[in-house]
């Protein structure tokens, strides 16, 4: 069953419904979707759909010759010379009547011939701008298709009428997989796979939350087994160093200073590793919200929330889980799962605030929004609030706590938040909100609509729409 992406299906099928001349750049991280959702949109529809392979250059112009082919005359009569001449035979085949073409995966065949790029530019130049043709081009190599696809430098520059970015599933879409859940099971399997669709479809609502990580994580075979590795694999030359980034970022390193000393290696060099990874849509870089994105407070994180757990919880215990076997293992980890997702809780509570937004639920509409961390000048010591909106001129603030835990959200945790809170003096108009796992306590009900403090609770969480 094919779930979400009502705005990228519709989008597409406005451009297919076009009568002009429409050309989409679709791109986004591997095991995002993509591919998913153009076989979902193709679906009743007439649609060439060619999926490049990592082979040579002549193995992918034939079955693209064999795609045109068989879906204009239903018979294929060899290879086509060339790329000018396959698309030579393509334009010789439109007519008034809507034609669609899909390249999947285009960065393998742009990689093994670039002259494909110019070869394309030319013809949509010279010979499609004019015709009923919609033209798909799709890749999942983020830095490729940014750079030579739609980059200054790339012939191809200027010529998409569209593109899109397809992103993760956040929470509420996530927990769409899992209907038979509670609300608390629901957030947990965000927290363990994150919004990849292919991830999701692996978890089995039928049995626990503990029974999933045993058989279809921890399993020998099982898919998400060798993921993390495999995904390296497909893009980077190099995984060793790539693993031991993954394992200081998921074990509490977070700058570049930190990282570069726990796995013994030049500053330098763990920056380039780091930048390939923010390529591919793996790492972040994280500034204190308000602040500079060139401050030195700045740090590095995680943003796959299933990488961040097989680093967290896997890689470096490989060998004792396989020793206490899958059940017991299983165990351990969920026991643990708590902590771990204090982080991540910050990060749905956050998507809640952007679903509030986009409502126009919010009491104005955040220009930054995210963590904010630093020095606390009453105290002298390190402060943080986990998040903190702010409009475009810092006059309005959103102050957020957000709590994770067995128990209800206390008195003491009310006023160390509001203590914190007081490091930020420029905001005229203020409006906080708390977050609670666990509900809160009656007397911080009282004193929180004593005070106009928004409490939202785990049910809370899925009620926005």
């Not at 193995?59 to 060339?82: C, E, P, V």
């Not at 060793?240 to 394992?247: G, T």
């Not at 409006?431 to 609670?436: D, G, H, Q, V």
Request: proline share 3%.
């Amino acid at each position: 069953m094919f779930i979400g992406r009502e705005k990228e299906l519709a989008l597409l099928g406005d451009l297919h419904t076009s009568d002009n001349f429409e050309y989409l750049v679709l791109y986004g991280r591997r095991r995002v979707g993509k591919t998913s959702l153009l076989k979902e949109f193709s679906k009743g529809r007439s649609v060439i759909f060619y999926s490049a392979q990592a082979k040579n250059d002549s193995l992918n112009l034939s079955d693209f010759s064999k795609a045109l082919q068989m879906y204009f005359s239903g018979s294929f009569f060899g290879a086509l010379s060339d790329w000018e001449a396959a698309l030579k035979y393509l334009t010789s085949q439109l007519s008034e009547k809507r034609t669609t073409l899909i390249i999947d995966e285009f960065p393998f065949i742009a990689e093994e011939n670039p002259t494909i790029k110019s070869i394309l530019q030319h013809t949509i130049d010279h010979d499609w701008k004019d015709k009923n043709l919609l033209l798909i081009l799709c890749g999942s190599i983020v830095s490729f298709m940014e750079t030579e696809v739609m980059g200054a430098k790339s012939p191809l520059y200027g010529r998409s009428t569209s593109s899109l970015e397809l992103g993760c599933f956040d929470y509420l879409q996530s927990a769409l997989f899992f209907p038979r859940y509670t609300n608390e099971e629901k957030l947990l399997s965000y927290g363990i796979l994150g919004g990849i669709p292919c991830y999701l479809e692996v978890f089995d609502e039928e049995v626990s939350i503990t029974q999933n990580i045993a058989r279809n994580i921890l399993r020998m075979g099982s898919f998400l087994r060798d993921e993390t590795q495999n995904l390296l694999k497909m893009e980077l030359r190099e995984p060793a160093v790539y693993n031991s980034i993954f394992e200081a970022l998921a074990t509490g390193s977070s700058r570049l200073n930190d990282i570069a000393q726990k796995i013994h290696e030049e500053q330098s060099k763990c920056s380039k590793y780091i930048t390939t990874l923010k390529n591919m849509k793996l790492v972040d870089k994280v500034t204190p919200a308000g602040e500079k994105a060139s401050g030195k407070k700045s740090i590095y994180q995680i943003t796959d929330n299933f990488f961040l757990f097989w680093y967290h919880f896997i890689f470096a215990n490989k060998s004792y889980y396989e020793l206490l076997g899958d059940d017991e293992a299983a165990q351990e980890i969920f026991d643990n799962l708590s902590p771990f997702m204090g982080q991540l809780f910050e990060k749905i509570c956050t998507q809640y605030l952007i679903r509030l937004a986009r409502q126009r639920r919010l009491p104005f509409i955040p220009h930054t929004i995210g963590r904010w961390w630093g020095s606390n000048p009453k105290t002298r010591k390190e402060d943080d609030i986990d998040i903190l909106a702010l409009d475009a001129h810092k006059q309005s603030a959103i102050f957020c706590e957000c709590k994770y835990r067995h128990k209800p959200f206390g008195m003491d945790e009310y006023k160390d938040f509001f203590n914190a809170t007081t490091i930020f003096t420029e905001p005229v108009k203020r409006f906080y909100y708390l977050f609670s796992k666990s509900g809160f306590t009656e007397t911080v009900r009282t004193q929180a609509q004593h005070d106009g403090v928004e409490l939202v609770g785990l049910d809370e969480l899925f009620m926005v729409g």
